[in-house]
Structure formats: C-alpha cells, structure tokens
C-alpha cells in the first residue's frame, strides 16, 4: 500500500486550474465496533449539498455524478479494506483520478473547487516520517521500514556462526571469548552496512535501534556517522517483539520527534524575524507575498489556520482579503482558500510544510509565517555572504 505521497502532492499541485468541479475527499476508513463506515454515510450528504451547489452555478454536473458514482464505488467496493484513510481527488472532465488508501487515520471531508486541496497530505507527510527500526541481538537483527504509519521488513542479518554460552573457565574461556565477540563484531558491521543500504533505497529520515543492553555497546560502535546523524534513540526491546509491541514501543519516540521539529522551525522563525535583514516572514500578507515571489524554505502553518484571499491567474500573485483585480497587471483575482494555496505554492517550490498543533508565537502572527531561502533586502544579502568575514 506504501505510496510515493511526496511524488503525489507534487503532481497534484501541478494540475491548472479547472473550470470544472474538481473533489478532493478524505475518508475515515475505520469501522466502527459494528463493522460499519460511518464515513461513507456522511459522504452521501455531503455530495448532495454540492451538487446543489454546481447545479445552482449552472456547473458541469455531468463530471460531477461521474466522479460521485466512480468514488462511491471505489468507498464502498474497491478501496482495500485494511485501509485506516483514503484520499481521493477526482475530476472526470479533466481525466483526474487518483485514489490513495493510507494505514494513517483521517477525519471525513469532502471539497469541491478548482483545485486539489493537498492540506491534509501534507499534514500526513510532516506527521509521519521515514523511520529505520533495527531490532538487534548478538545473534540476529531483523530491520524494518515505517512509512506512513505502515511498517514492512526491509532486511535481516544472522551472525556467521550460532552464538553459544560457554563457561569452562580459564585459558579455553578467554580464547572463547575472543571468538565470540568477533563473531559479534562481524555481525554488528554486517546490520550497519545494510542499514546503510536501506535508508538510501528507503530515504529514511530517522532510525531507532532496539535490542538489549548487552549488545548495545557493539551496536553503537558500529554505526557510520550517517547512521548516528539520524539514530533517535537506542531503546530496550525483545527483539521476539510482535509489530504491535514494537510500533506501541516506537510511537512516543516518534511523536516526541515531531515535537522537537516543530519547536526548532518556531525558533528559527522567529529569531531570524527579529533579525533585520533575516530570513523570516510571519503574518497572512507577508507570507503570502513569499511565496508568491518563490523565497519560502520552510512553511509553518497552524492547523487551524483559516482565511480567503485572491490569485491573480495572470501572473500567480497570491494576496489576503478580497480584492478586485491585481495590483500588478489588473487581471481579475480568483477567490482562494489561502490555507489550500499556500500549501501548494510550498510544495511546488520544494518548501517544507511544518503543521503546527499549538504555539503563541504564531497565534500572534495570524497563524502562519514562513523560513526562507533568501531575503529581499540587499544588506541582508551583503551581510550572509560576507559572514565569514564580519562575523
Ligand atoms: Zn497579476
């Protein structure tokens, strides 16, 4: 089920604009404790309120109750019911579908515009990174990818001969001994070399190694320093361990991670603000001027941020409020969900999106601001470039 979602977002940020009802829809796919998706009730309801409103437009109903009967049948017959989420955009007139079923849970919604609306996708992908797993012992290791929530074997490694106990004592014991841990050594070089291969092949963002303490120290001396620039932690586990115990064991890691991420981005923010010249915006217009011009590295948006503004479909500028036409060419300025456009705009300018639960910083800036690449000011510029030399 593991899906390119990065790869996705892109191409879907890269659709024009259609004049055509275009749906985005998420669906919680999770039975209830009666087997029931209550999800797909709701949508029904909410496909009636838009195709009142397409009809009421005089819009291309024709596509729309295609693309109701093609979701429909994808909710309720295809989609793989060992799915938690489903994320589906779909515009038949345009030849638009694309039907994503996730292992990560996601609340019931349905839109109607002109464009995608890729918030919630990308809200999935700043929540849920690449994890490496290794669970290891002096005999084994068994290493896992968690993408999405979604947890597959991506390789395994056993030691080159069986590892036994051996209690004689004296001269034997120590030549044993000697044995043992080269035995162990060759073992332990064996998981790091393959963990390397895994988090190329995987892009893996962030490892988390699990064994026991005896085999801990071997472990850790092992590893490449690529390894130990994204190893989060070393955390006790029976390697026997179960996926459920294991991902039970992994997941308050993996959250503090977020955490920490978004703290950092809210910093950097706002320090380089409260930098003249710095390399941060924060509030509705500026950020949206940043993006416009292509400047933004890192957006950072409140989950619950909200708000409308135009883009001028002339030249791409984005601006908050309702205005009439465009301030640079006078073309008319389409009316957008800003959170929508603003989330697009990062994607198609390779930004981060960071989603962030809760921060004062950023209630006080209207809920959005952005890390970016360069700044305007000309003295900003003279002054990074000659950093080394001014200090
Ligand atoms: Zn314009």
Redesign the pocket.
């Known amino acids: 089920m593991a899906t390119d979602l990065q790869a996705k977002l892109q191409e879907l940020t890269a659709l024009p604009n259609t004049e055509h009802p275009l749906l985005s829809v998420y669906v919680d796919y999770r039975p209830d404790g009666n087997g029931q998706r209550q999800a797909i009730q709701m949508l029904e309801q909410d496909f009636d309120i838009i195709a009142d409103q397409v009809k009421g437009r005089g819009g291309n109903l024709k596509s729309f109750e295609a693309d109701r009967q093609r979701i429909m049948d994808y909710v309720n017959r295809d989609a793989p019911k060992d799915a938690n989420g489903l994320a589906i955009f779909a515009c038949d007139a345009e030849g638009l579908w694309e039907a994503l079923p996730l292992q990560v849970p996601i609340e019931t919604r349905l839109v109607e515009d002109r464009y995608p609306h890729i918030f919630n996708l990308a809200r999935i992908l700043d929540d849920y990174e690449t994890y490496a797993v290794v669970l290891a012992d002096s005999q084994e290791s068994r290493i896992f990818v968690i993408s999405l929530n979604e947890a597959e074997k991506a390789g395994e490694t056993e030691a080159g001969e069986e590892i036994r106990r051996f209690d004689a004592g004296g001269w034997g014991q120590m030549l044993f001994q000697r044995r043992t841990e080269n035995v162990i050594k060759a073992h332990t070089k064996e998981i790091a070399d393959k963990l390397n291969r895994i988090m190329r092949r995987h892009d893996v963002q962030h490892v988390i190694i699990a064994g026991n303490d005896s085999v801990k120290g071997l472990v850790m001396a092992s590893l490449s320093q690529q390894i130990k620039d994204k190893l989060v932690d070393f955390i006790n586990l029976d390697i026997q361990s179960n996926m459920q115990s294991i991902m039970e064991a992994i997941e308050p890691r993996m959250r503090e991670v977020e955490q920490d991420q978004e703290a950092d981005d809210l910093d950097t923010l706002e320090a380089q603000v409260n930098t003249k010249g710095g390399h941060g915006v924060v509030g509705v217009a500026d950020t949206a001027m940043a993006l416009t011009k292509g400047q933004v590295m890192t957006l950072i948006i409140h989950q619950g941020f909200n708000a409308i503004g135009g883009e ?1 479909p ?4 984005i601006r908050p409020g309702l205005r009439n036409n ?1 301030p ?2 006078g ?1 008319e300025m389409q009316q957008v969900n800003l959170r929508e456009i603003f989330t697009a705009r990062a994607v198609q300018q390779a930004a981060t999106v960071q989603v962030v639960e809760a921060s004062d910083y950023l209630d006080q800036h209207e809920g959005v601001g952005a890390i970016l690449r360069y700044s305007d000011a000309p003295q900003a510029q003279e002054v990074n470039a000659g950093r080394h030399q001014n200090g």
Request: glycine share 12%.
């Open positions: 001028c002339n030249c791409g500028t465009c640079y060419d073309a």
